[in-house]
């Protein structure tokens, strides 16, 4: 099995209640992920306009 490092984890919280914040390395969105029993969901970081929070590439340690 391939293994795809386009996105790292910078952010997580919880074992049961799982709450990580994934960054796309190519793009630089984030995404909140959360996961609880057997659900979970992704969907993209918002900032407080609406807009998705996006990490600038040189910034992310890879």
Do not use: C
Request: charged share 20%.
């Amino acid at each position: 099995m391939k293994v795809d490092d386009r996105f790292i984890k910078t952010f997580s919280q919880g074992k049961l209640n799982v709450m990580e914040i994934w960054v796309d390395k190519e793009t630089g969105v984030n995404y909140l992920y959360h996961a609880a029993g057997y659900g979970g969901g992704l969907t993209v970081l918002l900032d407080q306009n609406g807009k998705p929070v996006i990490t600038p590439a040189h910034t992310l340690p890879y």
